[in-house]
């Protein structure tokens, strides 16, 4: 026991090590598959497979005999008797007050196809839930992607704030040697110490909006993320135009699903025909001029054909076909709405690929500005605030860039979650 315990006592921190160190590091597609899988909309589908199982079970079972129990107690204003009484032979009368208690057992030989059409309408309407829940947590994608590039922006926020500082420094470095001998004014030195706090200001503001994003996105897949969690950037993408969102096959199940109820509904019009052995005792019994309880039994094959569904069953109908109609229509204005959507991102996406274009040379230009604001700075042409315009137009110019490049990317995978592919 002492060793198994010090055996378990240095094994638990290394497990616990790489447990970290796995999910300190997502992709896009890992963060996809956690959150599908722990979300709790996600308990739905075994309660949908359970409840299709179990109803389909009960249809099968309409195949079975039927048995059924009756007992019965009349009384009757007339009773049957002969118009006559023959000499020398006494004919019972019957009492007003009979009784009847009988087993009835029915097998079905034919129902036109009914449980069959039940079955197929059940497991139709199954898949309708399946890929209604389908949609339901492809919303859940767009909000995770959302996260996943908010938090990929926030990263290179934090890189660009600590070369801003490392900028800062250098002109702090080169005012305090300015200051030793007598060139250069402490307020100089105290303005570029003030920027660099504020940098630091703006880097806490940065991760607590990051550590907001990363607990957002451990509720999500169910995982509790440090704030060190590194995020793969996702690859560049082209995506097809075609659209293969859920919904579309979502309409196809409902409009197979309403064609489906309506052949149900011509499946019940028609003839049933079924087997059955009566078995019990009554009084009278079968023969009705035998007073007293009798036992008896009966077999045969019995047809129910019910005719009322004759009246309302070319209305079903149109119903139905106009809820198909209505159901095409959902589908066109879906399909409208969705290639809005795609158009107005690939108007993004140009407009941003053509700012990256720009951005890369302004990029360039203030970076030589602000290499010739130092080189000035250290000759004492200029003071420590001409310097930091500098470098703030550098840090701006380059913030641009990080955000543009994210929103492209962020723009190609929004497009891609609108077209469904």
Request: glycine share 4%; proline share 3%; hydrophobic share 40%.
């Amino acid at each position: 026991m002492k060793r198994l315990l010090i055996f378990i006592l240095v094994i638990s921190p290394v497990f616990s090590f790489y447990a970290q160190q796995e999910h300190r590091f997502l992709k896009l597609e890992d963060c996809y598959a956690l959150a599908e899988e722990n979300y709790p909309l996600s308990k739905k589908r075994d309660l949908i497979a359970k409840s299709s199982e179990y109803t389909i079970d009960n249809i099968a079972k309409g195949y079975y005999p039927r048995f059924d129990v009756f007992g019965q107690a009349t009384y009757q204003s007339d009773v049957t008797q002969l118009p006559f009484r023959p000499p020398g032979i006494e004919v019972p009368i019957l009492r007003n007050d009979q009784y009847r208690a009988y087993a009835e057992v029915n097998q079905l030989i034919y129902d036109g196809g009914n449980l069959k059409q039940q079955k197929e309408l059940i497991e139709k309407q199954t898949k309708v839930s399946e890929q209604q829940l389908k949609v339901d947590l492809y919303a859940v994608k767009q909000r995770i992607t959302e996260l996943y590039f908010g938090i990929l922006v926030f990263d290179e926020q934090l890189r660009q704030n600590d070369l801003l500082k490392n900028d800062i420094k250098i002109g702090m470095k080169t005012v305090e040697a300015q200051l030793v001998n007598g060139i250069a004014f402490r307020s100089n030195l105290d303005l570029l110490k003030a920027e660099y706090l504020k940098a630091d200001q703006i880097a806490v503001g940065i991760r607590n909006y990051k550590k907001a994003y990363l607990d957002m996105l451990g509720l999500f897949i169910n995982l509790e993320l440090h704030p060190d969690t590194q995020l793969e950037t996702p690859q560049n993408i082209v995506n097809s135009l075609e659209i293969k969102r859920p919904e579309i096959e979502l309409f196809n199940y409902r409009n197979e699903s309403l064609e489906l109820t309506k052949k149900s509904i011509e499946i019940a019009n028609l003839p049933k025909f079924n087997f059955f052995v009566q078995g019990g005792a009554g009084n009278p019994g079968l023969n009705m001029l035998e007073v007293g309880w009798k036992a008896y039994y009966i077999g045969g094959v019995r047809m129910n054909w019910s005719l009322t569904g004759l009246y309302t069953d070319k209305k079903q109908k149109q119903i139905i076909d106009i809820n198909k109609e209505q159901l095409d229509v959902d589908k066109e204005v879906f399909l409208f709405n969705t290639n809005q959507s795609v158009k107005q991102q690939n108007a993004e996406i140009t407009k941003l690929e053509e700012y990256l274009v720009s951005d890369a040379e302004i990029i360039t230009l203030r970076n030589n500005v602000k290499k010739a604001a130092l080189a000035q700075l250290e000759n004492g042409v200029i003071d420590s605030s001409d310097y930091l315009r500098e470098v703030n137009e550098e840090n701006t110019a380059t913030q641009n860039k990080i955000i543009h490049e994210t929103d492209l990317l962020l723009a190609k995978y929004r497009q891609k979650l609108i077209t469904g592919n």
